[in-house]
């Protein structure tokens, strides 16, 4: 079994950054692809952002150049760097991990964007 810790969501003004963390433990042998999703209620979860073991990085189209997903291999540990939030940039973010073939995914963080 991998546990997840998210942290890091919080309220900001539009314009703003705010640095997300998910920290994996656990059974934790061959950690793969790791990402962060998000939701609003209402809508189905989106993928934001993922990246491989090998670090190749994939954006969603409406995060491109604002958001930057990075990882920690020595810390079993990845972030996600928000800036110029938006408010449609409002939603629970969570993280994904694929761990020896299993996704196991985080309890969610709320981020809000005031306009």
């Known amino acids: 079994q991998v546990q997840l810790v998210e942290s890091g969501g919080g309220l900001v003004q539009a314009g703003g950054s705010l640095r997300l963390s998910c920290a994996a433990s656990g059974s934790i042998f061959g950690l793969g692809l790791m990402g962060w999703y998000r939701q609003v209620p209402g809508k189905q979860r989106e993928l934001v952002a993922s990246?491989?073991?090998?670090?190749?990085?994939g954006y969603a189209d409406s995060v491109k150049g604002r958001f930057t997903i990075s990882r920690d291999n020595a810390k079993n540990t990845v972030y996600l760097q928000m800036n110029s939030l938006k408010p449609e940039d409002t939603a629970v973010y969570f993280c994904k991990v694929i761990a020896a073939l299993n996704a196991y995914w985080g309890q969610g963080t709320q981020v809000t964007v005031s306009s």
């Open positions: 990246i491989g073991s090998g670090g190749h990085t």
